[in-house]
C-alpha cells in the first residue's frame, strides 16, 4: 500500500473513532440538587465534582439558581455549567455560552471572570488560540487573582490517555499524508522545493506540538474586527449564519460568528443605527432557535427605530422562546397598543392570553398585569370593562400616578369634565411627569372646548329654531287675516 493511502486511512480511521467517543453519551443520571446551600456555594461544588470526575453532570439547576444573581462571577459559572466536562453542548449550547461569555465581558471589563468563561469554551473546543487570549486578558485586567490560575490550568491541561492516542495516530496519518505529497513535489521539480520543505517543516512543528491545546505557548494575538473566519454580510446578516449541518462541522469558528455579530450589534446601536442592530440581532437569532434574548434585542432595537410591526413580531417570538421574562410579555402588550392601526378583535384575545400567563404562570402579583388589563380596555374602549378593572387598581395602588392616570382616561371616556379636572389635580399632587401632565391637561382643555362647544351649538340651535318658529307662526297668522 502506498504511503499516501495509508496515511489517508489512518486519517480517516482515528477521525471516526474520536468522533465517536466525543458523541457517545454516559448512561449516569444527575442527582438532584436540594436547595439547601447557598446557590452560589452549591453551583461551584457542583462543578468542582465535576472537574473531578467528568461523569455526573449536576451543576445546571445550582448555577441556573445563581445566575438569577446577575453578577458576573454568577454568570461566569452559568458558561462553566454548559461548557462543563461532564456536559454535552449542542450548537444552542454553544450560543447561549457564547452569547453570556460576551454579555459578562461588557458587564465587566475590568473583572477577570468574562475572560475567564471565554477559557470555559476554549478548553471545551480545543483552541489553543482562544485560550492564549483570554489568558492574556486575564493577566493583563487582574494578574493577582485566582482567575488566572484557572485560566492557565486550563491552558496547561492535557487530554486523557485515549484522546491523546487517537490524537497522535490522526497527527500521524496526516503526517505520512504530507511527507509523502512533499517526497513527490521535491523529486518532480526543484522550483517546488521550498514548498516540500514548508510541508515538511510544518509537519515537524505539528508533530513536536503534539496538536494538543496543551502544548499552546501563551501569547498575545493580533487584534482585529472579527474573530471568525465566516464572512458576515453587513446587508443580510441572516444569510452569514450557517446552517446546523455546517456549524456543527465548525463550531469554533461559529462560536467566533456569534461574538462578531453580538460585537456589530451592540456597535450599531451605539451609532444611532437601529435597523442595522435588529438585522445582527436577527442573525443571532438564527443562530440560537430557542434563545429569547436574541429577538428581545430586536424588539428593542427595531422600537427604536420606530417600526412598531416588525418590533411586535420579534416581540411575539421573544415570549415564545426559553428563558422569556416579565419584561418581555409587558414589552410585547405595550407595543401592540401603541400601534396606531385600529386593532383586530383578535388581537384582544391574544393580549388577555398573554395578561393571564402574566398574573398567574408567573406569578406576577403586583400591578402590573391589572395595569396591563386596563390599558387593553382602553385602547378598545370598552368603558364597562375600564370601569371594573380601574376599581381593582384603585384598591391595589390607589396613588400609584398610572392608576390615577387610567381614572382619568375613564372620566374623558364618559366626558365627565369635572372628574377629569380632579383626577388632573390629584396627578399633580402625586408628582406624575411633566410630558404625561402636559399631555392630560392638553387633553382636559380640549374636553371642556368641546363641552363649550356642544353647549354654544345647542344654545344657538335653540335660538335659531325659535326664532324660526316664531317667524313660522306670525307667516300663519298674516295669511290668516282677512283681507280689506
Known amino acids: 500500500m502506498r504511503p499516501a493511502r495509508f496515511g489517508a486511512l489512518l486519517t480517516t480511521l482515528a ?8 458523541t457517545a453519551r454516559p448512561g449516569h443520571t ?13 453551583c461551584k461544588k457542583a462543578l468542582a465534582r465535576e472537574e473531578s470526575t467528568g461523569a455526573l453532570y449536576f451543576s445546571r439547576k445550582p448555577c441556573d439558581a445563581a445566575f438569577l444573581g446577575g453578577t458576573t462571577e454568577d454568570m461566569r459559572d452559568e458558561v462553566a455549567s454548559l461548557m462543563s466536562p461532564a456536559a454535552h453542548p449542542s450548537l444552542d449550547d454553544l450560543a447561549l455560552a457564547t452569547l453570556m461569555s460576551d454579555g459578562t465581558v461588557r458587564k465587566g471589563r475590568q473583572e477577570p471572570w468574562g475572560y475567564l468563561s471565554r477559557c470555559d469554551i476554549g478548553r471545551r473546543l480545543g483552541s489553543a488560540d482562544l485560550l492564549a487570549s483570554c489568558v492574556e486578558d486575564i493577566r493583563q485586567v487582574a494578574p493577582h487573582h485566582e482567575a488566572l490560575t484557572q485560566a492557565l490550568a486550563m491552558a496547561a491541561e492535557r487530554p486523557s490517555i485515549g484522546v491523546q492516542s487517537f490524537r497522535l495516530l490522526l497527527v500521524l496519518g496526516l503526517g505520512v499524508t504530507l511527507v509523502s505529497a512533499a517526497w ?10 521550498a514548498a516540500a520543505v514548508a510541508s515538511l517543516a510544518a509537519v515537524l512543528l505539528f508533530l513536536t506540538a503534539g496538536g494538543g491545546v496543551a502544548s499552546a505557548q501563551i501569547k498575545t494575538l493580533p487584534k482585529k474586527d472579527h474573530l471568525s473566519a465566516l464572512p458576515i454580510d453587513d446587508a443580510d446578516p441572516e444569510s452569514s449564519v450557517p446552517g446546523p449541518d455546517e456549524a456543527v462541522k465548525q463550531p469554533l469558528q461559529f462560536g467566533y460568528l456569534i ?5 456589530r450589534a451592540e456597535a450599531a446601536s451605539k451609532r444611532g443605527d437601529h435597523l442595522a442592530a435588529a438585522r445582527y440581532y436577527g442573525a443571532l437569532a438564527k443562530t440560537g432557535p430557542t434563545m429569547a434574548y436574541p429577538p428581545r434585542k430586536m424588539c428593542v432595537e427595531l422600537e427604536a427605530a420606530g417600526d412598531l410591526p416588525l418590533a411586535v413580531q420579534a416581540c411575539r417570538s421573544a415570549i415564545s422562546r426559553l428563558a422569556s421574562t416579565e419584561e418581555d410579555y409587558t414589552r410585547f402588550v405595550q407595543l401592540v397598543l401603541a400601534q396606531k392601526d385600529p386593532l383586530p378583535a383578535g388581537e384582544r384575545k391574544e393580549l388577555d392570553a398573554v395578561i393571564n400567563h402574566l398574573a398567574t404562570d408567573l406569578k406576577r402579583d403586583d400591578v402590573v398585569p391589572t395595569i396591563l388589563r386596563c390599558e387593553v380596555d382602553l385602547r378598545y374602549r370598552d368603558v364597562p370593562a375600564l370601569e371594573a378593572c380601574t376599581a381593582e387598581l384603585a384598591q391595589k395602588a390607589p396613588k400609584d400616578p398610572k392608576t390615577i392616570s387610567l381614572q382619568w382616561a375613564l372620566a374623558v371616556e364618559r366626558r365627565d369634565h369635572a372628574s377629569a379636572e380632579s383626577l388632573l389635580d390629584s396627578a399633580r399632587g402625586v408628582g406624575m411627569g411633566a410630558d404625561s401632565l402636559a399631555r392630560m391637561e392638553a387633553a382636559t382643555r380640549a374636553m371642556r372646548r368641546r363641552q363649550v362647544g356642544r353647549f354654544s351649538f345647542l344654545a344657538i340651535s335653540a335660538v335659531v329654531i325659535g326664532i324660526g318658529f316664531l317667524i313660522g307662526r306670525l307667516w300663519i297668522a298674516a295669511r290668516r287675516e282677512p283681507a280689506v
Not at 513527490?184 to 522545493?193: A, N, Q, Y
Open 15 to 22: 477521525a471516526s473513532i474520536v468522533i465517536m467517543l466525543a
Open 30 to 42: 444527575a442527582p438532584t440538587w436540594e436547595g439547601q446551600t447557598a446557590p452560589r456555594e452549591a
Open 184 to 193: 513527490t513535489r521535491l523529486t518532480r521539480s526543484r522550483r517546488r522545493r
Open 259 to 263: 461574538q462578531d455579530l453580538a460585537a
